[in-house]
């Protein structure tokens, strides 16, 4: 079974710029999660859908936005770019079954905001 | 606010000795979930083990093992036999479960290092 996988794996933007994170769950999962990490500060929880409906929101500035399409493939959008932007960004997909609440992480995609 | 807390941000171990790392964490929630993940250097991050708040005994996975304890809110992992492939930031984190929404809380993680 693949795993989560997520594109692009690095990106460099300058500020002001927008950008787009793509998340391909694990097959059969329909909820997806987003996490931002940096160093000290941890994992701070973005977004989690579930069957193409925000669940959940976590504590972020509204230029951060996420969807998911029907097949759960999941993008997040981050617009106008700001330095503190720069982080590691995680995806996970959960399958809500017996093992509730248990997260499978993709590799992340690494954002440096120049 | 539901927080979960990591007072250790680096620790370290020597070989085949036991580690314990700690966690707590605030909620007023009763139906929760506790988590310690495992991110290796440069690697994905994967489940080391998990524990259900209405069991009152203490999830163990081979050489992981953790001290539940509800009342006091705290959850430490404890990694017997250390193992160089043990090095990596280990993360304590909690999900409640209100309406069957999904909401993770990790705390900022302990950076393991095992000593040969």
């Known amino acids: 079974k693949a795993g989560v996988t997520q594109t692009p794996r690095y990106l460099i933007k300058t500020r002001g710029q927008q950008v787009t994170l793509s998340c391909s769950p694990i097959s059969g999962h329909r909820s997806v999660s987003w996490y931002q990490q940096t160093p000290g500060q941890g994992l701070q929880f973005l977004f989690e859908y579930f069957s193409e409906t925000q669940r959940n929101k976590g504590n972020f500035p509204g230029r951060f936005s996420g969807r998911q399409f029907s097949n759960s493939r999941s993008e997040m959008n981050v617009s106008t770019l700001e330095l503190g932007d720069s982080a590691l960004y995680l995806c996970a997909s959960s399958s809500r079954g017996p093992r509730t609440g248990e997260l499978f992480f993709g590799e992340g995609s690494r954002l440096t905001v120049l | 606010a539901q927080t979960v807390t990591q007072s250790q941000p680096e620790m370290s171990v020597q070989e085949a000795e036991t580690v314990t790392l700690s966690c707590t964490y605030d909620?007023?929630?009763?139906?929760?979930?506790l988590f310690w993940y495992k991110q290796p250097p440069s690697r994905q991050m994967i489940l080391v083990i998990r524990q259900e708040a209405y069991k009152q005994q203490n999830a163990t996975e081979n050489r992981f093992s953790v001290n539940f304890q509800k009342a006091a809110k705290s959850f430490s992992l404890k990694i017997s036999d250390s193992q160089l492939g043990d090095t990596a930031m280990y993360f304590c984190a909690f999900i409640s479960l209100p309406s069957g929404t999904y909401k993770y809380i990790f705390g900022t993680g302990t950076r393991l290092k095992v000593l040969a």
């Open positions: 909620t007023s929630e009763n139906n929760y979930y």
